[in-house]
């Protein structure tokens, strides 16, 4: 089964309107976190935002925001007021366990356009 | 602010040819990783290491290889190149963000094609 899923492969949003993209994640490690990542055409990926399996409040970083839902095993990324510089791939990944010597395990991403 | 630079951005090779992919990261973090990126698969992990000689397979370890001898270097070898080795390879090391999450911090990528 797919720990990380990420179901809309593109999405398009109009400039300064919010849009929320969708990621489910599997695991029954009661301790994890979860993360999301941007990659714009120039290729480097850009850490956004973090949130950890007990934190109470939903992350946010700016006009990243993570709505966090632990009962449905969904972690959605919310970005307000879209950006021409928000179109981009966007991954969301998690880590099992404590941080440690894990690593991140990928979903297979979403491409945001913002459009004027 | 950590820095991870991997030496090659482009790089095209010919079927069995050995290809070194060299990252340097220049914080002394312990773990680093090695992903490879394709479109509709999203980043996955070849392998990674939490120490100088220490290393551990990851999801996609066959026909790859790696070395660690000094703690800012992780290599990525390609023993013997096959043309569904063409990708994206990304090099991380595990780094605190501002807010204190333990995140991994990616170079620019590393796109080889073999040809």
């Known amino acids: 089964a797919q720990k990380i899923t990420q179901t809309q492969p593109g999405m398009f949003v109009q400039e300064k309107e919010a849009v929320t993209l969708d990621c489910t994640y599997d695991t029954s490690d009661p301790s994890y976190g979860l993360f999301w990542y941007k990659q714009p055409s120039s290729g480097e990926m850009i850490f956004l935002i973090y949130?950890?399996?007990?934190?109470?409040q939903n992350a946010t970083e700016g006009r990243y925001s993570l709505n966090f839902q632990k009962a449905r095993k969904s972690a959605n990324l919310v970005i307000s007021a879209s950006q021409l510089g928000d179109s981009a791939m966007y991954f969301c990944a998690m880590r099992e366990g404590e941080a440690g010597r894990r690593a991140l395990t990928f979903g297979s991403g979403t491409r945001l356009q913002v459009q004027p | 602010d950590v820095k991870v630079t991997q030496s090659s951005r482009y790089l095209v090779k010919r079927t069995g040819e050995k290809v070194f992919l060299e990252c340097v990261q220049d914080?002394?973090?312990?773990?680093m990783f090695w992903y490879r990126q394709d479109p509709g698969l999203g980043l996955r992990l070849i392998y990674f290491s939490y120490d100088v000689k220490m290393k551990e397979k990851g999801d996609i370890p066959e026909g790859y290889s790696v070395s660690r001898e000094k703690k800012e270097r992780f290599s990525l070898i390609l023993e013997s190149a096959s043309t569904n080795q063409t990708s994206m390879y990304l090099c991380a090391s595990r780094s605190r963000s501002r807010s204190g999450a333990n995140v991994l911090t990616f170079g620019a990528g590393s796109r080889l094609t073999v040809l």
């Open positions: 914080m002394d973090h312990e773990n």
């Open positions: 949130q950890g399996s007990y934190d109470q």
